[in-house]
């Protein structure tokens, strides 16, 4: 999508064909003739291919627990934001926006299998929203037996 105007009117005949004409002929005009027609909105997406930062700038989480994994909160997420109220001063917290970010555990320790054996996992979670169901816990994905270990938090149940 390129040059996304919004209108609270309508655009006659010919003023969308002079907008066509502008944006194939004279593109360096196009931004001041779409202006010049007041449109509510102006989007003309002209901004710089994004690039992705490299992994490893992303932020450290160790493990408290007693895995001995820790972990990389990947793009997406918040860092050492204030933690649980009534908790150490140095308990921080991580925000996870909902669309992008995750915490995902370094390769070097296998992850708990829950299958037969005794494993908690505990998250404290303060939800900005329940428009959505969202994993908050998850282990894997087997393609075998199409099962997956998750704790998910929403409205759709």
Known sequence: MDEFAVYNYLL????????YTAAT??????????????????WNMDEPTYTAP??????FAADSGSVG?????????VAVQPGVPGLSALDYS??????????????N???????????SLVAWIKPVSFEYVGEVLCQGYDETTYAENFMSVGDSF
């Open 12 to 19: 006659s005949s010919n003023t969308i064909a002079a907008h």
């Open 25 to 42: 002929g004279n593109p360096s005009g196009y931004d001041a003739l779409i202006l010049a027609s007041h449109p509510v909105g102006y």
């Open 54 to 59: 490299s992994p490893s700038t992303y932020t």
């Open 69 to 77: 994994d820790n972990g990389t909160n990947t793009l997406g997420t």
């Open 94 to 107: 991580v925000v996870y926006n909902g669309a992008a970010g995750s915490l995902v555990l370094n390769t």
């Open 109 to 119: 320790v296998a992850p708990p299998d829950v299958a037969g054996l005794p494993v």
